[in-house]
């Protein structure tokens, strides 16, 4: 599968943990973004690479959240000290920095926070 | 417990029908428009884009149309399939600087394809 792959595909934690997702974009792409989905609505922006450099942060990636790209390859986001509000689909998405606006999405880590 | 389609618009039509999925669009400065369909389970999946300087542009089997007017932007789907049974979501992604590739999410709408 050459696709976007995201593990675990579905965490459930304890509010106070912290958790680490990790995104394996598609290996051409330069572009990597990260997107949070809850029940009913739908992608928002949450933060986006380009190779390795981290070009925009969401208002929504509070202090408790952090991601990395550190060799413009695979990423990891991680929240910290997790609260039930963020319980939530995690999304990771992929592109090439061009004209081309298809960006390819993985299938989600689903984060459950008791 | 809570559905995913608890609060979004619903469409139900039957196979063969032609289904139209309709979506209204804040920022009148987005360069593209693009619809994606998202089954149970998965991430989103591209179906077609259109840039701003367009109307419309056909696909295999569907068609966007875009009314910078009102704001509006609609998915035609031809011969529905139950396989197309899914949500929908538009977004808009603004092009240029640092934001580009950076998309904004409609609400979405559910389409349901009875056989």
């Known amino acids: 599968d050459t696709g976007v792959s995201q593990n675990p595909r579905h965490k459930i934690t304890k509010r106070g943990q912290n958790v680490t997702f990790r995104c394996d974009p598609i290996s051409e792409h330069n572009r990597l973004y990260w997107y949070r989905q809850t029940l009913g609505q739908g992608p928002e922006f949450l933060t986006y690479f380009q190779n390795e450099a981290q070009l925009e942060k969401s208002r929504l990636l509070s202090d408790r959240f952090s991601a990395e790209r550190p060799k413009g390859s695979f990423s990891t986001l991680e929240i910290q000290r997790t609260e039930q509000g963020d319980s939530a689909m995690y999304l990771c998405?992929?592109?090439?920095?061009?004209?081309?606006?298809?960006?390819?999405f993985g299938q989600g880590t689903r984060l459950t926070v008791v | 417990g809570e559905s995913v389609g608890l609060h979004l618009p619903t469409l139900s039509v039957q196979e063969g029908d032609n289904s139209i999925i309709n979506c209204a669009y804040s920022n009148s400065a987005s360069d593209y428009f693009i619809w994606y369909k998202q089954e149970s389970g998965k991430g989103p999946q591209f179906i077609i884009d259109i840039r701003s300087n367009m109307d419309k542009r056909q696909g295999q089997r569907v068609t966007v149309l875009l009314n910078k007017t009102v704001k509006h932007l609609s998915l035609q789907i031809a011969a529905t399939q139950p396989g197309d049974s899914a949500v929908y979501f538009c977004?808009?992604?603004?092009?240029?600087?640092?934001?580009?590739?950076?998309?904004?999410f409609g609400q979405g709408t559910i389409l349901t394809v009875h056989p």
């Open positions: 998405a992929s592109s090439f920095s061009t004209v081309s606006t298809e960006a390819f």
């Open positions: 977004a808009e992604n603004m092009e240029g600087g640092t934001s580009y590739g950076k998309l904004t």
